[in-house]
Structure formats: C-alpha cells, structure tokens
C-alpha cells in the first residue's frame, strides 16, 4: 500500500463514518492512490488548500473532480490542520470536535446525491487553516464587523471591529445551556489562546425566522436559540428548507415529509404561501 495511502488511512480516521460510507471512500483512495496524476493533483491541491497566502479557489480546483476525489484532499488536508493546532498549542479535543464536520457533510452530500463524497470545498477550508473552530455545541469563526452586516449594530461595535460569527453544525439538540456553555468557552478560547479579542457575537442564519414563535412551542430550541440574540434585520430566504428536509425547496414543498412535528408545521406553513426569512444577530460578550 502507498504512503499517500497510509496517510489517508490515518486522517479518515479521525472522523466517524458508517461502515458503507468508510468501505466506499476506501476505496476510491487506493483507485486515486494508483494514480500517479491524481496523487500529484491531490498533493498540489492540498498544498494551497492548507496555505493561508494562497487565494483558494475551489470551484476552479474542483470543477472536473469527483466528490471522492474531493473528500480524499480534503481528509489529506487534516495533516496541516493538526500541524496548525499543534503550533497554536489548542487542544487534541477541539481538533477532533472541530473534524466532526467531515462526517457532517460526507453523510450530508449522501442525503442529497446517494454518493459518498464531499463538495463542501469552500466551508471546511475555514476549518483547515484556523478560521473557525468546533468549542461544544457551536462553531466560531473569527471576522470583522463587514461580515454579513447589521443594520442595526450595536453603539459599541464599529465597522472593522473583530468579533465572532458563530454556526451551528448538525446534529445533537440545540439546547440553551449548552450553547451559553459554547459562548462562555470562546469568550476565554479566542483572546487567551489565539489573542484575538472581540467585542461581540454575530449570527446569520434561518433559525431566526420571527414565525417560528408562531409555528413552535415557547419551550422549542429554536425559540430559545433566538432570544440569545438581538435581531438586527430579515430578509426573505427559504434556504433552511434545506437544513429541515432533503432536496426540499419552495418549489416542491408538497413533497415534504411530515414525519416530525416541526417538518409537519413547517411544510404546511409554506405550502399556504408563507413567506420565510433568515436573520442576522448580535449578543454582546
């Protein structure tokens, strides 16, 4: 077995799959492994992935290569991940955490095409070269008070400002504690760790749809995720269909399963012409 291959084997390691998705990547790995052309691609690849100088273009890199080929760089690439962590003395615990979303969107490119792979090129390059980081049940990652914008910022936060866009990854509940416990953990991860002091939280996303409160009972997470923050603004965006079913859009809707209570209210609410939005927060450290 090739080096390349050994050391793909090792990475894949630190994310969890299931037994097919594992077989089935694998296996594409000793197919590309016994490619010359493709191990020299995927080294060169890897290379100005991890490198923070170099402008990534993935669309650009990734336009005539496979999902499985694109999972094999990017398990590759977890290499210059550790060295990154390790240089910045962060802990083996927030890598692995911070990995998680390999299987994230391996399992979630399966939900969407029926293959195993990866696509998300542009998102975990983030993850790789130290923008963004897994501390409990939310994601950080560092930016500037441009990012996304508020129309309504807060007096202390002024344009240039550093502060922290916070994710939240799939899977397990989005449950209050845990997500004060995240904020309180980056609020001393950020400035004592990587010296990076930030005056506030900003969030973008469809969690804070306003009819949610309509569609959901007063004790559902995502009622209480929204009152963490401040909500700046709306706009008009069904893009967390996506996030609720699979290959379900505005368009299709009727199709929608109504296997849970809150797809069953949601896929309804729309399908009457409701009119969803997302939201841009802000919580002050």
């Known amino acids: 077995m090739s080096e390349l291959y050994e050391k793909y084997e090792k990475y894949s390691g630190y994310y969890n799959l299931c037994k097919e998705g594992r ?93 195993w792979g990866f696509t998300q090129y542009g998102w975990l390059i983030r993850h790789i070269r130290g923008d963004l980081f897994k501390l409990g049940r939310l994601q950080f990652e560092t930016a500037t008070a441009e990012f996304g914008g508020l129309d309504s910022p807060p007096e202390e936060l002024k344009l240039g400002d550093p502060f922290l866009s916070v ?67 709306y706009w008009e965006s069904y893009g967390g269909l996506e996030y609720v079913f699979v290959n379900i859009t505005k368009e299709n809707i009727k199709d929608a399963p109504t296997d849970t209570y809150f797809r069953k209210k949601l896929a309804r609410y729309v399908s009457i012409g409701g009119i969803m939005q997302s939201g841009a927060g802000y919580r002050l450290v």
């Open 23 to 115: 077989e089935v990547l694998n296996e594409a790995a000793k197919k590309i492994c016994g490619d010359e052309n493709l191990c020299a691609e995927a080294l060169r690849i890897k290379k100005n992935l991890a490198d923070v100088q170099v402008e990534f273009k993935p669309d650009d890199e990734f336009k005539d290569k496979s999902s499985q080929f694109g999972a094999f760089v990017y398990t590759l690439a977890i290499e210059d991940m550790e060295k990154l962590y390790q240089e910045k003395n962060i802990s083996h615990d927030i890598f692995i955490d911070t990995i998680s979303d390999w299987t994230v969107w391996i399992n979630r490119h399966h939900e969407w095409t029926g293959e």
């Open 167 to 233: 994710h939240i990854p799939r899977g397990g509940k989005l449950d209050e504690d845990a997500c004060l416990d995240s904020f309180e953990w980056a609020k001393k991860f950020f400035p004592n760790v990587l010296n990076y002091n930030f005056k506030v939280f900003g969030c973008f996303s469809w969690l804070f749809d306003p009819v949610f409160e309509n569609l959901l009972t007063s004790d559902s997470n995502i009622v209480k995720f929204q009152k963490l923050f401040k909500v700046g603004r």
